[in-house]
DNA sequence: TTAGGGTTAG
C-alpha cells in the first residue's frame, strides 16, 4: 500500500511535464525519459485512480498504444497484445512497451511471438539497449533459444545487470554446462561486476558438481573478502557445496562456527549428510534441532524420510510420518511421495501401498514411486500393470516412470513385455531422451536381444557413457566377449572410460582367456585412479582367474582392505578352478571369521572347489550348511554334489542322491552323474542315466559325446556307431572343438586338424616328433578317445590334430623358453591330450595351463593338477 | 535445504 502511495506522488509530480511533450518533433527520446513516462503510464493503468481530465488531454496517440499494449500484457492476453504490436510496427512505441510484451512471451514460453517482437523492434531500428537488452536475453532463454540469449547477452554487457549474469550462468549449470557457467563467473569477475548471494549460490554449484573441491575454497575466501561471510544464504550455499563436491569436514566446520543458524542451516547438514552416506549422522542432526527446538520445516521432514530410508530405519520413519501429519504436511505431495518411498526402502510394500491410497492428488512422482516399491519386491509384472494404470488414469509418463518401467521388464527378463513397452512408447510418439534410451538398451541386454539393443544405441545421436558400458556389458554377459572388446575400444575414440566400463568389459578378457588385455585394462585402471573401486577390483581378480594367473588375483586379493562377499567368492572359485580344494575351503573359513555370510554362489563356489578336489566329508559339511544359513538348496548345489559323489567314486550313492531330491533335477544334475561314469567306467550306469539326460536336453550334443567316450573307453565300438547315428538321426552335430592362444596381445585360433595356419606344417612336424619321443619313452596313444571306428593309424593322426595340442605347440614355437603357455579350449580336453601335454610340460620343461569348459589345468614336470580327474 | 529412474564385479 505505501509502495502504491509513493508511486502516485511520483505520477502527481511527473505529469504535467510530460503531457506537455511533443515527442513526434524529436529524435529518439532518452531512456530515461522513456522509463519516467513507463511509470507514469503503468500507473495510469494500474490503478483506479480518478486521474483528472486536464492531466489526460496531452497524452498522444501512441500513450493510448502503448497503454493499451501494456494493459493486454497486464491481463496476460498476449494474442491481442500482439495484434495491436503489429498494426503500430511503423509507429515509435516505448521501450518498455516492447519489454513488457517480451516479458510476458518469456513467461509464456513463446518463442515464435518473442522473435516477432525482437524482428518489429529491429525493423524500426530502436538499437537493443537499456532495458531491451536484458529483456531479450530473458525472453530467449526463458524460450529455450540459449544460443540467441547469448548472442544478445554478449552483445550488451554493458547493461547487463547482476541477475542477467545468474541467469545466464544457472541456464548453463541447467544443461549441464558448467564450464560455460564457470566462465561466465570469471568473466564477471573480470569486469569488475560484484555477485550477490544468487551469484555464489548458482557459482558453488558449479564447482560443486565439476567436483572441484579447491575452487570452493578459493570461492570462499573471495566471498568472506566481499563481505558475505556472514549472509546465512551464502554461508548455506557454501555448506551443501562442500558437501555436493565431498568435502564434508569443510561443511561440518562451517555449519560449527556459524553463529545464526536457521531451519535451511540445520536441512542443508541433514541432507549433505544423506548426500554422503552418512545417513545416521543425518537423523542425529535431526534430534538436535528437536532438541533445541529449531523450528522443522517440510524439507526438514522430507530430507530425515531419505535418511531413514537409506538407514532402514522404519520405526524412525514412522515416527517422522506421525510428526509430518501433526504439522500438518499430511496432504504435502512431496512429503507423501517421499514417505511412499521411505516404507518401500524399509521393506514395507504395504505401509507404501497404504500411503499411496490415502494420497490427494497422485503425481507422476507417486506413481513411479510406487512402481519403484513393486520392483524393489521383485513383483516386476505388477509394476508394469501400475505403469499402464497410471497413463489410463491421464498422468503422462515422464522419464522417471518410463526408465522404472524398463527397469522391471529388464528384471522379470520378460523381452516381450520389455518390447511392448517400447512399441507403446513408439505409438505414443514419446521423446525417447538418452536416459530412457539407455534403459531401453539395458531391457533389451538383460533379456538377451542384443540386436535390438544395438539398435536403438546406433540411433542415439550422442551417447553417453552409460551408454556405452551398458552395450559393453551386454555384449559380455551375453556371451559376445568380441563383440565386447571391439566396443570398448571403437569407444575410446569417442568417449573416456571410467570405472563402471572396466567393470564391464573385464569379464569378457576372463571369457576370452584375453590375458594381455586384461593385463592392458589392469595397467589403465592403475594410471586412473580406479584401483581402489571394489567392483573395479573384483573384476580384475575374476579376469586374472579366468585368464589362468592365479597369483595375480591372489596378489589383489590380499591388497583389499575391506573385502566384500564378492570378493572372497571370486578368490573360493578361483582356487576351485585351479583344483586347489584346500586353498579354497580355507578361504571360505577366514571368510566366515571375518562376519561375511555367504550366499547361494558363494555355497555354489565352494562346493565346486571340493568336487573338483576331491573333497567329500568338506563337501557334505557345507551342503549341510546352506540351509544352516537359511538358504534353500538350489539346483547347482545339488549339482556338485552329485558330481563331488560320482567324482570320488560313489556312484550308487550318487543316483540315490539324485532320486530323492526335493527338487526335480535337471540335465546338469544328471550330466554329473553322466561324467562320474565315464571317469569310473560304469557303462550300465552311465547309460541308465543317459536316458534321463536325453530326455531333458534332447538337443545337447554334448551328453551324446560323454556317452560316446563311456563306450569307446569300454571299446564298445558297435555302440559307439549306433549313438552317432542317433546324433545324425536328431539332426545334431558335435561342436566343433577349438582352441586358442594369446602371442604378444594376439589372439590365435586353432581347429581340430586345421592346416590354414601358416605354421601348419612346422606344429605337425613338431607333434610327430614328441609323439615318437613319447613312445620311446614308453607312452602309448590312448586311441579310444578318437571316437572313430578306424585303423588305428588314422585314429593317431586324428588325435594328432586335436586342437588344444596344436595351441600348445604353437605356443612352445613362438613363446621364448620359460614362458607360460596358456591355452583356452571351448570344450573338456581331450584324455589322448591330457596325457601328451603332461608329456610337453616335462620334455619341454615348459608349465602350461590349459583351461577347458570345465576347470583348469596346470601343466608341470609330467603332472597335471587335476590329479588326471578331468 | 526438500520427493521418484537408468550403467559395474562372483
Redesign the pocket.
Known amino acids: 500500500m505505501l509502495t502504491m502511495v509513493k508511486i502516485i506522488t511520483n505520477f502527481s509530480s511527473c505529469s504535467t511535464y510530460n503531457c506537455h511533450t511533443n515527442e513526434a518533433n524529436y529524435p529518439r527520446p532518452l531512456k530515461g525519459f522513456i522509463f519516467f513516462r513507463h511509470s507514469l503510464r503503468k500507473c495510469l493503468l494500474s490503478s483506479n485512480l480518478d486521474v483528472p481530465r486536464s492531466t489526460r488531454v496531452g497524452v498522444t496517440f501512441m500513450l493510448d498504444e502503448n497503454a493499451k499494449i501494456s494493459k493486454f500484457c497486464e491481463v496476460g492476453d498476449l494474442r491481442n497484445a500482439m495484434e495491436l504490436l503489429k498494426m503500430s510496427q511503423n509507429s515509435e512505441l516505448d521501450l518498455n512497451t516492447y519489454a513488457s510484451i517480451l516479458q510476458l512471451c518469456a513467461e509464456r514460453r513463446r518463442l515464435q511471438e518473442g522473435k516477432m517482437v525482437h524482428s518489429i523492434i529491429s525493423s524500426n531500428g530502436i538499437p537493443i539497449e537499456g532495458v531491451l537488452g536484458p529483456k531479450l536475453v530473458f525472453m530467449y532463454v526463458s524460450c529455450g533459444d540459449l544460443r540467441e540469449g547469448r548472442r544478445i547477452f554478449d552483445h550488451t554487457l554493458s547493461d547487463n545487470k547482476v541477475f542477467l549474469w545468474n541467469l545466464m550462468m544457472s541456464e548453463y549449470a541447467k544443461i549441464g554446462d558448467y564450464r560455460e557457467s564457470i566462465y561466465l563467473f570469471r568473466k564477471m569477475q573480470k569486469l569488475g561486476i560484484t555477485g550477490n548471494s544468487y551469484t555464489f549460490?548458482c557459482i558453488l554449484k558449479c564447482f560443486a558438481t565439476v567436483g572441484r573441491v579447491e575452487e570452493c575454497k578459493r570461492i570462499h575466501g573471495y566471498i568472506y573478502k566481499l563481505g558475505f561471510g556472514s549472509h546465512n544464504t551464502v554461508v548455506?550455499?557454501l555448506i551443501?557445496t562442500y558437501f555436493k563436491s565431498g568435502g564434508v569436514d569443510s561443511a561440518h566446520k562451517l555449519f560449527d562456527e556459524l553463529s545464526d543458524r536457521d531451519?535451511?542451516s540445520w536441512?542443508?547438514m541433514i541432507?549433505g549428510c544423506v548426500m554422503n552416506g552418512f545417513s545416521h549422522t543425518a537423523l542425529d542432526f535431526f534430534i538436535q534441532m528437536l532438541i533445541l527446538r529449531v523450528g522443522v520445516?517440510?524439507?526438514?521432514l522430507?530430507?530425515v524420510l531419505?535418511a531413514c530410508a537409506n538407514a532402514g530405519s522404519l520405526s524412525f520413519g514412522r515416527a517422522v510420518h506421525g510428526l509430518g501429519v501433526k504439522a500438518c504436511f499430511g496432504r504435502e505431495?512431496?512429503f507423501n511421495?517421499?514417505l511412499l518411498?521411505m516404507y518401500s526402502k524399509c521393506g514395507n510394500l504395504n505401509e507404501a501401498i497404504q500411503v499411496f491410497g490415502k494420497m490427494g492428488q497422485k503425481?507422476?512422482?507417486?506413481w513411479?514411486?510406487l512402481i519403484?516399491a513393486y520392483?524393489r519386491e521383485g513383483l516386476y509384472d505388477d509394476a508394469i500393470r501400475l505403469f499402464y494404470e497410471m497413463e489410463c488414469k491421464g498422468i503422462s509418463p515422464?522419464?522417471?516412470?518410463m526408465?522404472?518401467v524398463?527397469?522391471a521388464c529388464?528384471h522379470s527378463n520378460s523381452l516381450d513385455k520389455g518390447r511392448d513397452v517400447h512399441n507403446y512408447f513408439r505409438k505414443k510418439n514419446v521423446t525417447l531422451?538418452?536416459?530412457?534410451c539407455?534403459?531401453l538398451m539395458?531391457m533389451y541386454a538383460k533379456c538377451g536381444s542384443m540386436e535390438e539393443a544395438y539398435l536403438v544405441f546406433s540411433q542415439i545421436p550422442t551417447k553417453?557413457?552409460?551408454s556405452w558400458?551398458?552395450m559393453i556389458?551386454g555384449y559380455?554377459?551375453n556371451s559376445l566377449p568380441n563383440e565386447a572388446l571391439k566396443l570398448f575400444s571403437e569407444m575410446q575414440e569417442e568417449s573416456r572410460p571410467d570405472?563402471?566400463t572396466?567393470?564391464?568389459v573385464?569379464?569378457a578378457c576372463?571369457s576370452l582367456a584375453a590375458l594381455d588385455v586384461g593385463r592392458g585394462i589392469h595397467g589403465w585402471i592403475l594410471r586412473n585412479g580406479y584401483s581402489s573401486?571394489?567392483?573395479?577390483v573384483?573384476?580384475l581378480m575374476?579376469m586374472y582367474v579366468k585368464c589362468g594367473s592365479l597369483i595375480h588375483a591372489q596378489l589383489l586379493f590380499d591388497m583389499i582392505s575391506e573385502k566384500?562377499?564378492?570378493?572372497w567368492?571370486?578368490m573360493i572359485?578361483g582356487y576351485g578352478m585351479h583344483g586347489l580344494g584346500n586353498e579354497a575351503v580355507a578361504t571360505f573359513q577366514k571368510m566366515r571369521i571375518v562376519g561375511i555370510k555367504?550366499?547361494e554362489?558363494?555355497f555354489t563356489?565352494i562346493l565346486y572347489a571340493c568336487s573338483h578336489s576331491g573333497l567329500l566329508n568338506e563337501g557334505w559339511e557345507f551342503f549341510n550348511a546352506i540351509s544352516e544359513c537359511n538358504i534353500e538348496p538350489k539346483l547347482e548345489h545339488y549339482a556338485c554334489m552329485v558330481d563331488l559323489l560320482a567324482r570320488t567314486g560313489n556312484l550308487s550313492k550318487a543316483y540315490n542322491f539324485v532320486e530323492t531330491m526335493p527338487i526335480k533335477p535337471d540335465a546338469t544334475v544328471w550330466g554329473a552323474l553322466l561324467c562320474g561314469c565315464r571317469i569310473h567306467h560304469d557303462v550300465e550306469l552311465a547309460e541308465k542315466v543317459a536316458e534321463h539326460v536325453f530326455e531333458l536336453e534332447p538337443y545337447n550334443t554334448g551328453y551324446y559325446v560323454l556317452l560316446a567316450n563311456v563306450y569307446a573307453e569300454a571299446e564298445k565300438w558297435e555302440e559307439v556307431k549306433k549313438l552317432r547315428e542317433r546324433i545324425s538321426k536328431l539332426g545334431l552335430k558335435k561342436s566343433p572343438g577349438c582352441s586358442w592362444i594369446e602371442v604378444q596381445g594376439k589372439s590365435t585360433t586353432f581347429v581340430s586338424a586345421d592346416s590354414a595356419h601358416p605354421q601348419a606344417k612346422t606344429i605337425v612336424s613338431l607333434l610327430n616328433n614328441l609323439r615318437i619321443k613319447m613312445k620311446s619313452e614308453g607312452y602309448s596313444p590312448k586311441m579310444r578317445y578318437a571316437l572313430i571306428n578306424a585303423d588305428e593309424t588314422e585314429k593317431e593322426a586324428a588325435l594328432c590334430g586335436h586342437s588344444e595340442k596344436l595351441a600348445v605347440a604353437f605356443g612352445i614355437l613362438n613363446l621364448s623358453p620359460g614362458r607360460t603357455i596358456r591355452v583356452a579350449k571351448n570344450l573338456r580336453v581331450c584324455g589322448d591330450c591330457h596325457e601328451m601335454v603332461k608329456f610337453m610340460s616335462k620334455t619341454t620343461r615348459r608349465e602350461i595351463i590349459l583351461r577347458d569348459s570345465n576347470r583348469f589345468h596346470h601343466f608341470k614336470d609330467g603332472f597335471c593338477s587335476c590329479g588326471d580327474f578331468w
Open positions: 549460490s548455506n550455499s551443501a531451519v535451511v536441512n542443508s541432507s520445516d517440510l524439507a526438514t522430507v530430507n531419505v505431495g512431496r511421495n517421499t518411498d503425481t507422476v512422482v507417486s513411479t514411486s519403484s520392483v515422464d522419464v522417471y516412470s526408465t522404472s524398463l527397469h529388464a531422451s538418452l536416459p530412457v539407455n534403459a539395458d553417453d557413457i552409460v558400458n551398458i556389458g559380455s554377459k570405472g563402471f572396466m567393470a564391464c573385464l569379464p576372463g573401486d571394489l567392483h573395479v573384483n573384476a575374476d566384500d562377499l564378492i570378493s567368492t571370486v572359485t555367504p550366499d554362489v558363494t563356489s
